[in-house]
Every structure is written in C-alpha cells, then in structure tokens.
C-alpha cells in the first residue's frame, strides 16, 4: 500500500518576501526585481517581470556552474497576450507531504495578461537536482495558439513549410538562453501503443546550430566547453498522441532553447476551472552519461512512490472467459501462494453491468462481479485471497464517450469495488484522452478515487493501444502495463522483452514497468524450430528477465507443470529482496538484448546495489560487462539467485567487470559491495 502518513497533504502557506526551509528543502525569495527558487542541488533565479518570470540564471550547486541567461522574453509565452500596463503578480510557497510522492516544496507565481490568468507552479522536490514546472491557464486568449503547417522542415527556400514561420502562434511552456556556439543537443524520442510496434527509444544527437525544431521527451543539452549541462523532461503524452501538437517539442539555435506543445489551444480555455498545459521539468548535471541519467531518475524517484509486486493477470492465456469462475479463482490464488506470487487480477470477463443507487439516490449502472461466475458473492474469493497472503486485483474500462463525460460514475464505480470487496489494485485498459476535455476528466477520475479511498489505490495503466499518457504523464498513481505479449501469436519472445525494458529502463524508472513472462509449455508447436521460442529458456530465465521491473506472470500460473521452475523458491527469495533493488536507481549495462549477447541491469545506491547479468545464447562462458561502477574500485559480489558464485575483483576501465556462466541462456543477481 502506498506509505501512509498521518495527515494526506500537510501544506504550509506564505506569501513572504523571503522565506526558505531546511537546508536541503525548497525555497523562495525575492530581492527587489529579483527572484529566486531552489534547493540544495540547483536555483533558478528571475527577472520578477510582475510575475511574468524572466530567468536571468541557473545555478548548479553540485559542480559550482552558474549559467547565465541572456533571455529577454518572458519564461513562459502566450501568443498574442501583451504584458503592458499588467498588473504586478504574487506567490506563494507552500510544503506539500502526499501518499505517493517523496515531500515538495511548491512555489506558485500567479499574474494576469490582460484577459488571460497564468498560474505557474514549481516543485522542488528535496535533494533534486531538477523542478518540475506546472502551468495552469483561465480566462480569454487573443490568439488561437494553432500551428497550421507542422511539417519540421526549415527549408529557406520553402519558409512556408516550416513550423519556424508561426513563432508568434507557438504557445512556449519554458525556455532558456545561454552564451556559446557549442551545445550538444542529445534528443530521446519514445514509442508506446506496443500492440503495434516493438522498439519503444529512439536516441537523436547534433551539434546545435541554426534555429531549428526537434522532437523527444527528453532533451540533454551540454556546452561542450564546460562539459556541463541541463536538461528538459517534457511531462506529456509521447507525440503521436499529445492534443495540439505544433509538429515538435522544441526549439533551439546554440544555447537558446524553448520548450513547445502546451497540449491546449485558446478554444480549450472556457468557464472558470484552471486549465493544466502539460508540465516541463528542467534540471542540471555534470555531461558524462552517469551523472545525467542520475539526475533524470532522481526526479522520477521524488515524483512517484512505488508498491512493490509480482502479480498474475488472466489474460496471458487467451482463455475463455467463461472459465473465471470462483473455483478457478480458488485454484489460481493457491498457486500464487506456492510459488509466492504477491496479486492475482481478473482481467476482462469478471464483471457485469449491474444498477446501483449512489449516495444521492441517483440510479447508475457498476460494474460487479459476475453473477453466474461469482454466485456465492465476489467476498469469498477476496477471503481466500487474504487468507493465502495474495491480494485480489481487478480490470477496469472507463466510458469514454463523449470526451469520458461520465468520468464521476467511473470513479463512483471504482471507489464502490473498494469499499465493498477492499480491492485496491485495479488495470486501467481502453482509456482515451482524444480531446482537452476527456483528459481532464481522465485526471479528474483518478484524483476522485486516490481522495475517496485515502490514497490506498493502485492503477496499472495500459499504455498498449490509443492515445493514452505514456511513459510521463498522467500515471502518478502506479505502474505501466507497457506490452501484450502472447504464446498463441508467437508475438512473445523472451529477448524482446528484455531488450524493451533494457531500452527504457536508461531512461524511464523501471521499477515502474510490468514486466512479462509467460508459460512456455504452450503453443511450443506454433514455433516450430525457432531459436528463440520460449521454450529454449528456462522458467527461472524467464522470470529473471522481469525482476527490474515489476513481474507480470501473464498466465494461468496454476496450469504450469508440477516443477516448472528450477528453483521452486526463486519468486519468494526475489520477493526479499526486491525492495532494495528497486530503491536503487536502475540502469542497463553490457550490450543491447539480441538472443545472443551478454547484458543486464544495474541497481545503483551509494555503496552498494545489485548486478543482474544474463548470458543469452552466446558461445562465450565469459564475458566482459560493462557497468557503472567506478575504474579501480574493489568489488564484492555476492550471488543471490542464478548460477554465479561469490568473488571479488577490481573494476577496469569503462567499469567493466569479470563474469562467468557456464550455460546459454543463463542469469546471476549478485548484490555488490564497494569495498574501497
């Protein structure tokens, strides 16, 4: 359950001129014109403009650099809105402590151009190199803040096809400008719907130059002189699926850069509610690759806490649904508690539309347990998980005609499951935020039911299919179900999967992943002699290859064979462990997943952490892997599960370390201590 506090949101308010917490805490202050917002790790100090903040610096405290701006816009641009004659803005700070997130300091700068409100709010997270940016639009725009032509073309000879030529109709979330000819711009750009495609990263580098346009999520951008430098996290929907998007995500020449694609247009702007833009965070670090990723999951581990689970969903199996019955149920949660599977989740086909009176006496239609499946009540078999320590987990589809208007009786739905039966855990499938107006209710949805329910519910949001957050946005609540994967299509191919969450995990927290494995023993025939079948692996290989993530056993677990597993305890001793090996931040180390190469992962906190190193269908019984561990350090490793043995050595250069296994195919998790 997430980490319960005594009071849900404890928020200190002041409309100060100066005022700063603890050391390490965020802070807020303003000198005459000048004002300033930090931690311990990096300030970003303003021209106060009446509010419509023009940064003048950044500084990054951890490796003393204070980067000037020469900027003279304002941070954040509406076209057509003119700060003339505005009236002088106010903040406010105030320290925010929530269930699922790590606690914040929240500076908020409110101002007005002319017809059009702005609310700007800074979360500054403790001991974060990075702030997150929230902006919040009322009131009435000039402009229509369309982009008409988005081919990404800057074609001087065609300056009709360029986004470049409607600047002024270009809403900007933030922006920077810095001196110097030399930036390196390091553009990560990501995939979801996954029923459709199967490499989810794509990494974009260039020398900065001219003014152009680029897209990504993610932008590091580096003075190749200092060999220091920022960075951008776009918090939105991948591109493909972001509302009014103007063709990119940013723009730069040299080291000027603005962030784009707000996810709103002027028409979006109507009645009294705040309207939230999608959110930009910006942070700073030394250039070599450690330091930078460490400062981007820093961010991610402020943001989102994380239940820990390994959890069986119904659907792997394509079976019919007809077999979810309450002895089925009975069947599979007793082999969860055997193998030490942690959730068992019906997937779609447990539930029926049933009416329902709500608190108001108004008459609405639920979902509830299926009447011909479940005829002795949905309790009994919630009990029978509770008395086998597995928690009982459920599939949910939000309504989403007409923009999700009925977004309040979807989360009537859901807090009723909670409060009936105790199920807390629920798979968010078929959602869609097509429209400004759906996404908002989306975000009202879930707001409603974490409020409801005291914070105690968990979502596993499908971002397989439709146009749904992503891997940033509108999923603070928990986990991504990122592929279907299935035995009957041939589409599961344990080497993919790895190599998805390989890709990902440098830059997207994989202990936020639901990671696949499924029953190799079914449909070996479908692939026929493939080197890579499922059935050339192990089981405890298979389930390795989750353990960075979240484990998905996708599959009727009480259908697999009597010893399906090697080691009949593998699961319960992950289970151990996988706290501390997912508090560490973790990346990917040897090469890239293929079917015949050596890689892994590498949980790193401070002095310690964890090792995960496969061996897939390689010739070679050594290797050497690169990780992050630091040259000429001595290591202690220590096998936890696998087929390693105990050893120290000392590191090489590019961290490699020394490794053997004797088997294709095979795996060790060692935990690793630095000894000097």
Not at 563 to 573: G, R, V
């Amino acid at each position: 359950m997430w980490l319960k506090k005594t009071n849900i949101i404890l928020i200190l308010a002041f409309s100060l001129t100066n005022f700063l917490f603890a050391d390490n805490k965020g802070y807020a202050r303003q000198e005459g014109d000048i004002f300033y917002i930090g931690n311990n790790k990096i300030e970003r100090g303003f021209r106060w403009n009446n509010g419509n903040l023009i940064t003048m610096k950044i500084i990054d405290k951890m490796n003393g650099k204070v980067w000037e701006s020469g900027a003279k816009q304002a941070d954040f641009f509406a076209p057509g809105q003119s700060d003339k004659n505005m009236k002088s803005g106010k903040w406010d700070i105030k320290r925010v402590e929530m269930p699922t997130s790590d606690p914040y300091s929240e500076v908020t700068v409110e101002y007005a151009l002319e017809g059009l409100s702005v609310r700007r709010v800074f979360r500054i997270y403790d001991d974060c190199p990075a702030i997150g940016i929230d902006t919040y639009l009322k009131g009435k725009a000039k402009n229509s803040w369309i982009v008409q032509d988005k081919d990404l073309g800057n074609w001087k000879y065609l300056p009709q096809k360029k986004i470049l030529s409607q600047l002024e109709e270009i809403p900007v979330l933030d922006q920077m400008s810095f001196q110097g000819r030399h930036w390196k711009l390091d553009l990560i750009e990501f995939t979801d719907n996954s029923d459709s495609h199967n490499s989810f990263v794509k990494h974009h580098s260039e020398t900065a130059y001219a003014e152009n346009v680029y897209k990504g999520n993610i932008l590091f951008f580096v003075n190749m002189e200092d060999d220091l430098g920022l960075f951008y996290l776009k918090e939105s929907p991948l591109a493909p699926s972001q509302l009014a998007y103007p063709g990119a995500d940013y723009i730069a020449r040299f080291g000027e850069v603005k962030s784009i694609g707000i996810g709103i247009t002027a028409s979006d702007l109507q009645g009294a509610d705040w309207i939230k833009t999608y959110s930009i965070v910006f942070g700073v670090s030394a250039n070599d690759e450690l330091s930078r990723l460490q400062a981007l999951h820093s961010y991610h581990k402020c943001k989102t806490s994380n239940e820990d689970m390994i959890l069986m969903n119904t659907w792997g199996d394509r079976g019919s649904l007809e077999r979810l019955t309450e002895d089925f149920c009975y069947q599979q949660i007793d082999a969860c508690a055997r193998l030490g599977i942690s959730h068992f989740q019906l997937d779609w086909g447990w539930q029926e539309t049933s009416d329902y009176t709500d608190k108001d006496g108004t008459p609405v239609k639920k979902w509830t347990p299926k009447r011909s499946l479940f005829p002795n009540g949905f309790e009994k078999v919630v009990a029978k998980g509770k008395e086998a320590g597995v928690e009982v987990c459920l599939y949910f589809v939000p309504n989403t005609q007409y923009d999700n208007e009925e977004w309040e009786k979807d989360a009537d739905a859901l807090i009723y499951l909670y409060k009936k039966y105790g199920v807390r855990i629920f798979k968010i499938d078929g959602q869609m935020m097509q429209s400004k107006a759906a996404e908002v209710r989306t975000r009202k949805m879930y707001e409603k039911v974490m409020r409801e329910t005291d914070y105690a519910v968990i979502f596993n949001y499908d971002i397989t299919a439709g146009q749904r957050g992503g891997y940033f946005y509108l999923n603070d609540y928990g986990n991504m179900f990122i592929e279907n994967r299935y035995t009957d299509f041939t589409s599961y191919y344990p080497y993919k999967t790895l190599r998805n969450v390989w890709m990902l995990s440098r830059y997207v927290p994989a202990e936020r992943i639901m990671v696949e494995f499924l029953n190799k023993w079914r449909n070996q025939d479908k692939y026929g002699k493939d080197l890579f079948a499922p059935s050339g692996y192990s089981m405890d290989y298979l389930f390795a290859i989750t353990l960075a993530g979240q484990p998905l056993a996708f599959m009727d677990v009480a259908d697999l064979p009597e010893n399906a597993f090697e080691s009949p305890d593998i699961i319960k001793k992950y289970r151990s462990i996988q706290p501390g090996f997912h508090k560490g931040i973790i990346l990917p180390i040897g090469d890239e997943p293929s079917g015949k190469s050596w890689t892994g992962f590498q949980s790193i906190d401070d002095n310690e952490g964890f090792l995960l190193i496969f061996r897939e269908s390689n010739t070679n019984n050594t290797a050497e892997i690169d990780t992050w561990l630091t040259k000429d350090s001595r290591v202690e490793l220590s096998p936890v599960l696998g087929d390693g043995k105990k050893n120290r050595q000392t590191v090489k250069s590019n961290g490699n370390i020394s490794v053997q296994l004797a088997k294709e195919n095979s795996f060790v998790l060692y935990k690793y201590t630095i000894l000097d």
